[in-house]
C-alpha cells in the first residue's frame, strides 16, 4: 500500500458491491482492503491500519454493529455505516454502536465519496482539538481537556490551583512569567492576598514532580519570577 493514500477498509458480502466500490474508490485514489465478513473485517483491521471503514450492518459471522463496537475500543477513525435497511432504529443503532455517519443502499458512489470526504474532515479536525489541547515539556504531559497531568506516564495528582499554575507555566515555557502575571492569570484580578501565595504553589509543585521523580522543571529567576524550562540546564 502507498503510505500517502488515504486507506479504506471496505466491509461488505455482496461480492459484485464490494467489488464495484473497490475499483471506483481506486479509481479516486484511495487504497483499498476488503472483508467479506465481520471476523475478516477485525483481522484486516489489525492486519492494515486502514484511516477509514465502510462497514455493512447484515454481515456473516459477526454483524456491522459488533464489528464497529470492538473497533471502537480500539481507534476512532471514521467508519460509515453501510446498510440495506432504511428503518430509524438501524441507524440509531449503527451511531450507537460508533459509527460516525450511514449510508442507505442503493447509493450513488458520489454521495459516498462525499460522505467519506466529510467524514475525514471531521476526523481531522477532532484530532487538531485534541492536540490544542495537549501540553508537553521534556517528559511531562498536560491534558487540558481531562485536567490531567502524566510524567513518562505516571498520573501525577495536583490541586485545581496546582493545575492551573503548571498548565501556564507550560504553555509559556522558556518565558519569564513574573509573580504579578502569575497572579492575574491564574488567581484572578480580583485577587488581593500575599503575592507570596505563588512561591507557595510553586514549592507544592516542585514537591509533587521535581522532587518526587529527580528532574527540574520549574526554574526561579530572582527578583523576577519563575518558567518552565523546555531543555534540561541547572540554575
Known amino acids: 500500500m502507498d503510505e500517502n493514500k488515504t486507506k479504506v477498509l471496505i466491509v461488505e458480502d455482496e461480492a459484485r458491491l464490494a467489488r464495484f466500490m473497490e475499483l471506483e474508490l481506486k479509481h479516486e485514489?484511495?487504497?483499498?482492503v476488503t472483508a467479506e465478513n465481520?471476523?475478516?473485517?477485525?483481522?484486516?483491521?489489525?492486519e492494515n491500519s486502514p484511516d477509514m471503514i465502510l462497514l455493512d450492518l447484515m454481515?456473516?459471522?459477526?454483524n456491522g454493529i459488533e464489528v464497529c463496537r470492538r473497533i471502537r475500543k480500539e481507534?476512532?477513525?471514521?467508519?460509515?455505516?453501510?446498510?440495506?435497511?432504511?428503518?430509524?432504529?438501524?441507524?440509531?443503532?449503527?451511531?450507537?454502536?460508533?459509527?460516525d455517519d450511514y449510508i442507505t443502499k442503493p447509493f450513488v458512489i458520489e454521495e459516498?465519496?462525499?460522505?467519506?470526504?466529510?467524514?475525514?474532515?471531521?476526523s481531522s479536525m477532532d484530532r487538531s482539538a485534541e492536540d490544542e489541547n495537549i501540553l508537553t515539556l521534556k517528559g511531562l504531559t498536560i491534558d487540558l481537556s481531562k485536567r490531567t497531568v502524566k510524567l513518562d506516564n505516571n498520573e501525577i495528582e495536583l490541586t485545581k490551583r496546582e493545575f492551573d499554575l503548571l498548565a501556564y507555566l507550560v504553555k509559556n515555557k522558556n518565558i519569564v512569567i513574573t509573580r504579578e502575571q502569575i497572579l492575574n492569570r491564574v488567581w484572578g484580578y480580583d485577587y488581593f492576598g500575599e503575592t507570596n501565595i505563588v512561591?507557595?504553589?510553586?514549592?507544592?509543585?516542585?514537591?509533587?514532580?521535581?522532587?518526587?521523580?529527580?528532574?527540574?522543571?520549574?526554574?526561579?529567576?530572582?527578583?523576577?519570577?519563575?518558567?518552565?524550562?523546555?531543555?534540561?540546564?541547572?540554575?
Open 59 to 62: 454481515l456473516p459471522e459477526l
Open 112 to 122: 459516498l465519496l462525499a460522505r467519506m470526504r466529510a467524514a475525514m474532515r471531521r
Open 75 to 99: 481507534s476512532d477513525i471514521p467508519i460509515i455505516m453501510i446498510t440495506a435497511k432504511g428503518e430509524t432504529m438501524d441507524k440509531i443503532a449503527g451511531l450507537d454502536s460508533g459509527a
Open 38 to 46: 465481520g471476523r475478516i473485517a477485525i483481522e484486516k483491521f489489525y
Open 199 to 235: 512561591d507557595v504553589y510553586i514549592r507544592y509543585l516542585r514537591t509533587k514532580i521535581d522532587d518526587k521523580y529527580k528532574v527540574k522543571f520549574i526554574h526561579t529567576i530572582r527578583g523576577v519570577g519563575y518558567f518552565a524550562k523546555d531543555e534540561e540546564q541547572d540554575s
Open 29 to 32: 485514489g484511495y487504497d483499498v
